[in-house]
Protein backbone atom coordinates (compact mmCIF):
# COMPACT_ATOMS: atom_id res chain seq x y z
CA UNK A 1 0.00 0.00 0.00
CA UNK A 2 1.05 3.62 -0.40
CA UNK A 3 1.13 5.40 2.81
CA UNK A 4 1.12 9.36 3.54
CA UNK A 5 2.02 10.01 7.26
CA UNK A 6 1.53 13.94 8.64
CA UNK A 7 4.48 14.32 11.26
CA UNK A 8 7.85 13.85 11.25
CA UNK A 9 7.66 13.25 15.25
CA UNK A 10 9.07 10.03 16.74
CA UNK A 11 5.71 8.30 15.67
CA UNK A 12 5.54 9.38 12.31
CA UNK A 13 9.47 8.41 11.69
CA UNK A 14 8.62 4.96 13.97
CA UNK A 15 5.22 4.09 11.54
CA UNK A 16 7.19 4.96 8.89
CA UNK A 17 9.82 2.76 9.02
CA UNK A 18 7.66 0.26 10.53
CA UNK A 19 5.49 0.52 7.08
CA UNK A 20 8.87 0.11 5.05
CA UNK A 21 9.94 -2.89 6.85
CA UNK A 22 7.08 -4.25 5.84
CA UNK A 23 7.27 -3.71 2.33
CA UNK A 24 5.23 -0.63 2.05
CA UNK A 25 5.58 2.50 -0.07
CA UNK A 26 5.65 5.49 2.60
CA UNK A 27 5.68 9.24 2.45
CA UNK A 28 6.35 11.68 5.25
CA UNK A 29 4.84 14.89 5.22
CA UNK A 30 5.60 17.86 7.42
CA UNK A 31 4.42 22.13 7.02
CA UNK A 32 7.99 22.57 4.76
CA UNK A 33 9.46 20.07 2.67
CA UNK A 34 12.91 19.48 3.40
CA UNK A 35 12.20 19.22 6.84
CA UNK A 36 15.71 17.91 8.82
CA UNK A 37 14.40 15.27 10.88
CA UNK A 38 11.79 13.73 7.84
CA UNK A 39 15.15 13.93 5.41
CA UNK A 40 17.33 12.05 7.97
CA UNK A 41 14.18 9.07 8.60
CA UNK A 42 14.24 9.08 4.23
CA UNK A 43 18.03 8.40 4.02
CA UNK A 44 17.71 5.97 6.32
CA UNK A 45 15.16 4.12 5.38
CA UNK A 46 15.46 3.31 2.07
CA UNK A 47 14.25 2.90 -1.68
CA UNK A 48 10.52 2.88 -0.57
CA UNK A 49 10.48 6.05 2.13
CA UNK A 50 10.27 9.29 0.68
CA UNK A 51 9.45 13.08 1.87
CA UNK A 52 6.97 16.17 0.99
CA UNK A 53 4.85 18.58 2.55
CA UNK A 54 1.57 17.46 4.60
CA UNK A 55 -0.32 17.89 1.24
CA UNK A 56 1.80 15.74 -1.03
CA UNK A 57 2.13 13.13 2.11
CA UNK A 58 -1.99 13.60 2.02
CA UNK A 59 -2.13 13.05 -1.70
CA UNK A 60 -0.06 10.21 -2.21
CA UNK A 61 -1.55 8.02 0.92
CA UNK A 62 -3.99 5.21 -0.11
CA UNK A 63 -3.92 5.29 3.77
CA UNK A 64 -3.04 8.29 5.63
CA UNK A 65 -1.46 8.54 9.35
CA UNK A 66 -2.27 11.83 11.31
CA UNK A 67 0.73 11.66 13.83
CA UNK A 68 0.76 15.75 14.76
CA UNK A 69 1.23 17.60 18.00
CA UNK A 70 -2.18 18.50 19.45
CA UNK A 71 -2.04 21.88 18.87
CA UNK A 72 -1.22 21.85 15.42
CA UNK A 73 -3.36 18.74 14.40
CA UNK A 74 -6.38 21.17 12.67
CA UNK A 75 -3.77 23.32 11.21
CA UNK A 76 -1.96 20.22 9.44
CA UNK A 77 -5.19 18.81 8.02
CA UNK A 78 -5.79 22.05 6.58
CA UNK A 79 -2.50 22.44 5.32
CA UNK A 80 -3.00 18.78 3.65
CA UNK A 81 -5.69 19.81 1.73
CA UNK A 82 -9.03 18.21 3.04
CA UNK A 83 -9.76 16.89 0.00
CA UNK A 84 -7.16 14.90 -0.22
CA UNK A 85 -8.59 12.41 2.67
CA UNK A 86 -12.12 11.73 0.94
CA UNK A 87 -13.13 8.00 0.94
CA UNK A 88 -9.78 7.13 2.36
CA UNK A 89 -8.83 5.13 5.76
CA UNK A 90 -7.26 7.80 8.50
CA UNK A 91 -5.26 6.49 10.92
CA UNK A 92 -5.77 9.29 14.08
CA UNK A 93 -2.68 8.43 16.62
CA UNK A 94 -2.95 11.91 18.29
CA UNK A 95 -3.62 12.84 21.75
CA UNK A 96 -5.57 16.13 22.72
CA UNK A 97 -2.20 16.69 25.44
CA UNK A 98 -2.12 20.10 26.89
CA UNK A 99 1.04 20.74 28.52
CA UNK A 100 0.34 24.50 29.55
CA UNK A 101 0.13 23.57 33.11
CA UNK A 102 3.08 21.15 33.15
CA UNK A 103 2.42 17.90 33.53
CA UNK A 104 0.25 16.72 30.76
CA UNK A 105 -3.55 16.69 30.49
CA UNK A 106 -6.29 15.87 28.47
CA UNK A 107 -7.76 19.19 26.29
CA UNK A 108 -10.80 17.50 25.48
CA UNK A 109 -12.52 14.53 26.97
CA UNK A 110 -15.96 13.47 28.19
CA UNK A 111 -18.01 15.11 25.59
CA UNK A 112 -15.95 14.79 22.91
CA UNK A 113 -11.82 13.83 21.90
CA UNK A 114 -9.80 13.99 19.23
CA UNK A 115 -10.45 11.23 17.26
CA UNK A 116 -14.09 12.90 17.06
CA UNK A 117 -13.12 15.90 16.27
CA UNK A 118 -10.42 14.51 13.48
CA UNK A 119 -13.93 13.20 11.88
CA UNK A 120 -14.99 16.64 11.92
CA UNK A 121 -12.44 18.35 10.54
CA UNK A 122 -12.42 15.54 7.77
CA UNK A 123 -15.96 14.93 7.25
CA UNK A 124 -15.20 12.37 4.13
CA UNK A 125 -12.55 10.60 5.58
CA UNK A 126 -12.88 7.24 7.53
CA UNK A 127 -11.46 8.25 10.72
CA UNK A 128 -9.91 5.51 12.64
CA UNK A 129 -8.33 5.95 16.32
CA UNK A 130 -5.50 3.53 16.77
CA UNK A 131 -1.84 3.55 18.16
CA UNK A 132 -2.53 6.30 20.56
CA UNK A 133 -2.02 4.31 23.64
CA UNK A 134 1.31 2.49 23.52
CA UNK A 135 5.19 4.25 23.14
CA UNK A 136 6.49 4.74 19.61
CA UNK A 137 9.08 2.62 20.19
CA UNK A 138 6.39 -0.21 20.82
CA UNK A 139 4.36 0.45 17.68
CA UNK A 140 5.37 -1.60 15.20
CA UNK A 141 6.41 -5.71 15.99
CA UNK A 142 5.90 -5.21 19.61
CA UNK A 143 7.85 -8.02 21.81
CA UNK A 144 6.37 -8.80 25.13
CA UNK A 145 6.69 -12.32 27.40
CA UNK A 146 3.02 -12.01 27.68
CA UNK A 147 2.48 -12.06 24.32
CA UNK A 148 0.70 -9.47 21.60
CA UNK A 149 -0.46 -6.49 23.38
CA UNK A 150 -3.74 -5.22 22.43
CA UNK A 151 -4.33 -2.52 20.40
CA UNK A 152 -8.27 -1.12 21.00
CA UNK A 153 -9.23 0.65 17.63
CA UNK A 154 -12.48 3.12 16.99
CA UNK A 155 -14.03 4.51 14.15
CA UNK A 156 -17.25 4.86 12.19
CA UNK A 157 -16.19 2.67 8.60
CA UNK A 158 -16.24 -1.26 8.88
CA UNK A 159 -14.10 -1.20 6.08
CA UNK A 160 -11.31 1.39 7.22
CA UNK A 161 -11.24 -0.47 10.42
CA UNK A 162 -10.95 -3.83 8.52
CA UNK A 163 -7.79 -2.15 6.84
CA UNK A 164 -6.23 -0.78 10.02
CA UNK A 165 -6.73 -4.56 11.57
CA UNK A 166 -4.92 -6.04 8.99
CA UNK A 167 -1.83 -3.51 9.39
CA UNK A 168 -1.89 -3.89 12.96
CA UNK A 169 -1.89 -8.00 12.15
CA UNK A 170 1.15 -7.60 10.37
CA UNK A 171 2.78 -5.09 12.90
CA UNK A 172 2.00 -7.88 15.29
CA UNK A 173 -0.95 -6.52 17.52
CA UNK A 174 -4.00 -8.30 18.27
CA UNK A 175 -6.74 -5.68 17.77
CA UNK A 176 -10.35 -5.01 19.93
CA UNK A 177 -12.37 -3.03 17.79
CA UNK A 178 -14.42 -0.64 20.49
CA UNK A 179 -16.85 0.38 18.53
CA UNK A 180 -17.71 4.14 16.64
CA UNK A 181 -15.35 7.40 16.68
CA UNK A 182 -16.58 8.33 19.78
CA UNK A 183 -14.68 5.23 21.53
CA UNK A 184 -11.64 7.87 21.55
CA UNK A 185 -12.89 9.50 24.34
CA UNK A 186 -12.00 6.44 26.38
CA UNK A 187 -8.29 5.44 24.14
CA UNK A 188 -7.50 8.91 25.00
CA UNK A 189 -7.68 8.71 28.90
CA UNK A 190 -6.27 5.23 28.44
CA UNK A 191 -3.36 7.04 26.93
CA UNK A 192 -2.99 9.18 29.95
CA UNK A 193 -2.81 5.96 31.83
CA UNK A 194 0.28 4.44 29.43
CA UNK A 195 2.09 8.20 30.19
CA UNK A 196 1.65 8.54 33.97
CA UNK A 197 3.24 4.85 34.07
CA UNK A 198 5.59 6.03 32.22
CA UNK A 199 6.42 8.75 34.33
CA UNK A 200 6.42 6.13 37.65
CA UNK A 201 8.39 3.35 35.25
CA UNK A 202 10.94 5.90 33.87
CA UNK A 203 10.53 4.00 31.08
CA UNK A 204 8.15 3.38 27.62
CA UNK A 205 8.36 -0.51 28.36
CA UNK A 206 4.90 -1.45 28.87
CA UNK A 207 1.68 -1.72 26.41
CA UNK A 208 -2.05 -3.02 27.42
CA UNK A 209 -3.33 -6.59 26.66
CA UNK A 210 -7.55 -7.52 27.28
CA UNK A 211 -7.66 -10.88 28.27
CA UNK A 212 -10.67 -12.83 27.27
CA UNK A 213 -12.08 -16.11 27.45
N1 LIG B 1 5.52 10.06 21.14
C1 LIG B 1 4.85 8.93 21.33
O1 LIG B 1 5.42 7.86 21.64
C2 LIG B 1 3.34 8.93 21.14
C3 LIG B 1 2.62 7.75 21.36
C4 LIG B 1 1.24 7.73 21.09
C5 LIG B 1 0.62 8.87 20.61
N2 LIG B 1 1.34 10.02 20.43
C6 LIG B 1 0.67 11.19 19.86
O2 LIG B 1 1.05 11.22 18.49
C7 LIG B 1 1.16 12.57 18.01
C8 LIG B 1 2.56 12.78 17.45
O3 LIG B 1 3.50 12.70 18.49
P1 LIG B 1 5.09 12.82 18.22
O4 LIG B 1 5.73 12.71 19.54
O5 LIG B 1 5.49 11.89 17.14
O6 LIG B 1 5.30 14.27 17.59
P2 LIG B 1 4.93 15.76 18.05
O7 LIG B 1 6.20 16.44 18.41
O8 LIG B 1 3.83 15.75 19.04
O9 LIG B 1 4.38 16.36 16.66
C9 LIG B 1 5.25 16.62 15.61
C10 LIG B 1 4.48 17.03 14.37
O10 LIG B 1 3.52 18.05 14.67
C11 LIG B 1 3.60 19.05 13.66
N3 LIG B 1 3.20 20.35 14.18
C12 LIG B 1 3.60 20.96 15.33
N4 LIG B 1 3.02 22.18 15.44
C13 LIG B 1 2.25 22.35 14.34
C14 LIG B 1 1.43 23.40 13.87
N5 LIG B 1 1.26 24.54 14.56
N6 LIG B 1 0.78 23.22 12.70
C15 LIG B 1 0.94 22.09 11.99
N7 LIG B 1 1.70 21.05 12.37
C16 LIG B 1 2.36 21.17 13.54
C17 LIG B 1 5.07 19.06 13.27
O11 LIG B 1 5.20 19.64 11.98
P3 LIG B 1 6.64 19.78 11.24
O12 LIG B 1 6.95 18.40 10.73
O13 LIG B 1 6.39 20.76 10.17
O14 LIG B 1 7.60 20.25 12.29
C18 LIG B 1 5.42 17.60 13.31
O15 LIG B 1 5.18 16.97 12.07
C19 LIG B 1 0.83 13.46 19.21
O16 LIG B 1 -0.52 13.86 19.14
C20 LIG B 1 1.08 12.54 20.42
O17 LIG B 1 0.29 12.90 21.55
C21 LIG B 1 2.68 10.08 20.69
Redesign the pocket.
Known amino acids: MKIGIL??????RALGTGFVKHGHEVKIG???AG?EKAEAWRSAAGDKASTGTFADAAAFGDVIIV??????TE??LH?AGTDHFAGKPVID???P?DFSTGAPQLAVGHTTSAGEEVQKWLPGAHVVKA??H???QHMVDPQFPGGPPTMLIAGNDAGAKDTVKDILKQFGWETVDVGGIEGARYLEPL?MLWILHYFQTKNGNHAFKLLQK
Open positions: GTGDVGSRENATAWHGNALTTNLFNVGNA
